[in-house]
């Protein structure tokens, strides 16, 4: 654009200020105007790359996050599905051992007293605590999962949408001001094709 300044320089010379067209001259004053303002693209294209890689890498990590916790939650629901069958398990020998020691005075006087162990109690203690402990933390890693998409202070990603919200305010500002360059080197085009066609027009 410079070198096409240096030719409409070179241009009024040769032809003359008597011969310069109103229209010639308004279009020339607009692109003295643009060529004043400058309007590389080549940096903000540059952070606007590293801006996008950088969403990327955020979204990335709650997305890996997001995967954890769904994972655990089938991994804890896995466990209590053993855990459940093994309580019914003890709890139904418990219950045969029970009803074998209602038997007879003579079998028990003989047979002995099978009643059940504190082993076996203990068991079912610890299975029916363990199954607790699994459903409470079912529970808050569900609640965290709906929390997960929320962009509030409870979200546990709170820290990763404030950075991601940031990074997509600055993105926006810079797409925004790339498309103002743009548009005025759009603008410079259409007014070197106007004083093309304002030149094409003055006598020789």
């Known amino acids: 654009m410079k070198g096409m300044n240096i030719l409409l320089d070179e241009f009024e010379e040769n032809v003359g200020p008597g011969k310069i067209s109103e229209d010639y001259a ?9 060529l004043s303002r400058q309007i590389p693209t080549s940096s903000i294209d540059g952070s606007i ?30 466990e209590q599905g053993s855990c459940s069958a093994e309580l019914v398990r003890e709890q139904e020998r418990a219950s045969s051992l029970a009803t074998e020691n209602s038997g007879s005075f003579l079998k028990r006087l ?5 009643k059940t162990s504190a082993k076996d109690t203990g068991k079912i203690k610890e ?14 890693r569900q609640k ?33 001001e790339r498309l103002e360059k743009v548009q005025l080197v759009k603008e410079r085009e259409d007014i070197a094709s106007s004083i093309a066609n304002a030149i094409s027009r003055i006598p020789a």
């Open 26 to 34: 308004e279009k020339r004053s607009e692109l003295n105007n643009l």
């Open 49 to 78: 790359s590293d801006l996008k890689q950088n969403t990327a890498e955020v979204e990335g990590r709650i997305a890996e996050r997001r995967a954890r916790l769904v994972s655990r939650v089938a991994e804890l629901k896995s």
């Open 110 to 114: 003989f047979m002995g007293d099978p």
């Open 127 to 140: 299975l029916e605590s363990r199954l607790e402990v699994l459903s409470n933390e079912i529970d808050e």
């Open 144 to 176: 965290l999962i709906k929390l997960a998409n929320q962009h509030s202070p409870e979200s546990p990603f709170a820290n990763e949408w404030k950075a991601l919200e940031s990074l997509q305010t600055r993105l926006e500002a810079l797409e925004s």
